[in-house]
């Protein structure tokens, strides 16, 4: 199993600029989730899919920023434009099955390194 | 004003001592805990769950302790090892149908040779 993977690993982008982060969850997983991680704030919930619908976006910072996932095996996230204070690693997972059964729990990919400049 | 950054708990261990990481979390209604461990450029990786209907769950090398009362939970590492320096973090799920997870601060575990 490859794990969830994500592209690109690092990116540096300047301010204004469109970024498109994305990822692929484990095969047969039906749920995806996008997390951000800082110093200041630690991990954030950013949104979650269940069978590629967006559940819950109520973490997403402002209208910068958007999430797709055009099927079982693909999702995007977008900041349009960046911003220096959106530098952050983007971490993509995924789960299937029934919560709380063990294994069945929240895989992460190796994330996206973002600085914006 | 000045920007303060999150200042991780911190643990330093022997190598072959045992560790015991703690975590206090938030929410009463939580059903559901992980533990995660994230090393250096890599995104966090599952260790160990326990629901709230236990107090204690054992894997390989590592012990989940859940206390409902207190809100407290804790991961016991037995024999500490290099490979196991990283950061921990708890997570909590808020129950119900509700699938996100809310993670702790992190503990900085590092285990000297």
């Known amino acids: 199993d490859a794990g969830v993977i994500q592209s690109p690993r690092h990116e540096v982008t300047e301010m204004g600029q469109e970024v498109t982060l994305r990822c692929k969850p484990i095969?047969?997983?039906?749920?995806l989730f996008w997390y951000r991680q800082t110093m200041m704030r630690g991990l954030e919930l950013l949104i979650y899919?269940?069978?590629?619908?967006?559940?819950?976006d109520s973490g997403m910072p402002e209208d910068r920023f958007s999430a797709k996932m055009p099927n079982a095996s693909f999702s995007t996230l977008k900041i349009q434009p960046s911003e220096p204070r959106d530098s952050a690693v983007y971490f993509c997972?995924?789960?299937?099955?029934?919560?709380?059964?063990?294994?069945?729990?929240?895989?992460f990919g190796e994330g996206s390194w973002l600085t914006v400049v | 004003g000045e920007s303060v950054g999150l200042h991780l708990p911190t643990l330093s261990v022997q190598e072959g001592d045992n560790s015991i990481i703690n975590c206090a979390y938030s929410?009463?209604?939580?059903?559901?805990f992980i533990w995660y461990k994230q090393e250096s450029g890599k995104g966090p990786q599952f260790i160990i769950d326990?629901?709230?209907?236990?107090d204690k769950r054992q894997g390989q090398r590592v012990t989940v302790l859940l206390n409902k009362t207190v809100k407290h939970l804790s991961l016991q590492i037995a024999a500490t090892q290099p490979g196991d320096s990283a950061v921990y973090f708890c997570?909590?799920?808020?129950?119900?149908?509700?699938?996100?997870?809310?993670f702790g601060k992190g503990t900085l575990l590092t285990v000297n040779p």
């Open positions: 997972a995924s789960r299937a099955g029934i919560w709380g059964v063990s294994g069945n729990t929240i895989y």
């Open positions: 095969s047969g997983h039906d749920y």
């Open positions: 899919f269940n069978n590629n619908v967006p559940i819950d």
């Open positions: 929410n009463s209604a939580s059903d559901y």
């Open positions: 326990i629901r709230s209907n236990m």
């Open positions: 997570a909590e799920n808020p129950g119900g149908s509700n699938y996100k997870l809310t």
